[in-house]
């Protein structure tokens, strides 16, 4: 059982999403004072001294895994190179249907 109330909980994953308190804050609808606050308790709480200490102790706690740097960035770059893939028979559609509009407007220049 994770040992936050709900605002500090919010206040932690809004962080973790935002990046940065005044944005969290003003997603949230709380003054950046509130969610510095919350902040500063829940890194009291779970014990960290950094905002990415308590985003790395919030989520080891909810998953039950360590957050990895390196494992992160293969994630992502695993997850980027699936989209490109993914992306690569949509573009060649999408060329496709475009040559075919350049080659119709050719033949009707050249008929007028």
Avoid: W
Avoid at 44 to 67: D, H, M, N, P, S
């Amino acid at each position: 059982m994770i040992p936050l109330t709900a605002s500090e909980t919010d206040a932690v994953l809004y962080l973790a999403e935002h990046e940065v308190v005044k944005v969290a804050a003003d997603k949230r609808c709380v003054s950046e004072h509130t969610e510095k606050n919350q902040i500063k308790s829940a890194m009291a709480k779970l014990g960290v001294t950094t905002q990415i200490g308590l985003i790395k102790e919030f989520f080891r706690l909810i998953y039950g895994v360590e957050f990895n740097l390196m494992d992160a960035r293969q994630l992502m770059a695993s997850c980027l190179l699936i989209f490109f893939l993914s992306t690569l028979s949509v573009t060649d559609q999408i060329n496709r249907m475009a040559r075919r509009g350049r080659r119709y407007e050719v033949e009707l220049y050249m008929t007028a």
